[in-house]
């Protein structure tokens, strides 16, 4: 822990600052002389992150003037993220192919155009009982492993077990589930390669892809816009959280195994682009998680990585953020401080059960005669199957073939 003389000047300095949206927390790191100003990494100790949590409740002691700091922050990491003004939204020119049916639930292979020339690939599960309008869930993924998926994938991506087992499942709960692949990931290896996902740009296409991605679900005949899901785990926490802050279409959020005070993320897709810092904001990961309220969240955390200290620092906060507007009750945490930085069987439960109760779903069809969770039901499959493109289906002729180019075409639809 710091010692008390070195975090009480951030306190004091901004408690006795003026009321403004414009706030940057004293006795941070200083910025680069040159570039963008980045948090990468753990840009923070724990207790400096505790610190400036603390001293955002102080600075903004109420709704007012915490929703008037989160209006002027959402501007400025849209900003950040190089997405001001928002790009035209284009034709998205929807694939789907080879659709399944298993023991109730169905997937298929989708994809489509978020920008124009760059093919978002995923997998689509649709419930085969219930009755529409159903829930819709944007699944997300982080930087997985190659070993978690059985096949021939070096870098699987949405294909991985823990990834079919969760979407299949709450597709059987009765939700129509999307599961997208990041950047330079599944599919879109073929087309900008697996080095573009180390690009600070691809920060900015993975928010836009997000955006897109509910603008395909909704479009679907049958799907209930006033039940909005997103879930990710790592690095698909951190698209799940930074989309729920953008997008008011987001009604349910379940960041898993990332909201923290102090750890910004690792990779260029999480802290590539000057989101958190500017000249006249500065937002943690707990502080951008908060932005939900007063949409239900729960937090997923373990005992093994920089969620480990949720209960007491991260948690709280939330609690206080979605208190400021009398739903104190729609913020949820479960940690697990046994457990490790994944999105293993008893992190999946509890957003099952998250999910079904904010949604109206029965649980039923995942339970067993024990009443847990089961998911012997769900077909895990090889990965080659769930490409969206293969030697019989490529590419289309009109696929982008790099990053730079993705990047050069997303801007001009700025224009």
């Not at 992190?347 to 059960?353: D, E, L, P």
Request: hydrophobic share 40%; charged share 15%; aromatic share 8%.
């Amino acid at each position: 822990m710091q010692p008390l003389h070195v975090l009480l000047p951030l306190l004091v300095s901004i408690a006795t600052a003026a009321p403004s949206v414009n706030w940057v927390p004293a006795d941070l790191p200083p910025p680069p002389a040159t570039g963008p100003v980045l948090c990468p990494g753990a840009f923070l100790t724990p207790a400096q992150g505790q610190a400036v949590l603390d001293a955002a409740l102080v600075q903004f002691p109420d709704r007012a003037t915490w929703q008037a700091y989160v209006d002027h922050a959402r501007n400025r990491i849209q900003e950040g993220a190089g997405l001001k003004p928002w790009p035209k939204r284009t034709l998205l020119h929807p694939i789907s192919r080879a659709r399944r049916t298993y023991d109730g639930y169905s997937v298929e292979n989708v994809a489509f155009e978020s920008v124009p020339g760059y093919f978002v690939g995923g997998n689509l599960y649709r419930p085969l009982h219930g009755q529409a309008p159903y829930p819709v869930v944007l699944s997300t993924h982080g930087h997985v492993a190659t070993h978690e998926s059985p096949g021939d994938d070096d870098r699987p991506g949405r294909f991985v077990h823990v990834m079919q087992a969760r979407n299949a499942t709450l597709a059987r709960l009765g939700a129509v589930v999307l599961a997208i692949e990041m950047v330079g990931y599944g599919d879109s290896i073929a087309a900008v390669g697996s080095a573009a996902h180390k690009t600070s740009f691809v920060q900015s296409l993975q928010i836009w892809n997000s955006i897109r991605a509910l603008d395909f679900l909704l479009a679907l005949d049958g799907t209930d816009p006033t039940r909005v899901a997103v879930s990710g785990e790592s690095g698909g926490g951190t698209q799940t959280f930074l989309l729920t802050a953008l997008d008011q279409r987001v009604t349910l959020a379940a960041p898993v195994v990332m909201v923290s005070s102090y750890f910004f993320g690792g990779c260029p897709c999480e802290s590539g682009q000057p989101v958190h810092r500017s000249a006249d904001h500065f937002v943690s990961n707990a502080m951008i998680a908060s932005f939900a309220a007063p949409r239900p969240m729960l937090v997923v955390s373990d005992g093994a990585d920089w969620t480990q200290h949720v209960p007491e620092t991260e948690f709280p906060f939330l609690q206080k953020i979605y208190g400021y507007y009398g739903a104190a009750t729609n913020v949820a945490n479960v940690h697990l401080p046994m457990e490790k930085h994944d999105y293993g069987p008893s992190k999946r439960a509890a957003v099952y059960r998250f999910i079904a109760e904010k949604f109206g779903l029965s649980l039923a069809p995942a339970l067993d005669a024990a009443g847990q969770i089961d998911e012997s039901h769900v077909t895990i499959e090889p990965p080659g199957p769930m490409h969206s493109f293969n030697a019989e289906f490529p590419l289309p002729a009109s696929a982008l073939k790099d990053i730079a180019a993705v990047e050069r075409t997303l801007h001009q639809l700025q224009q």
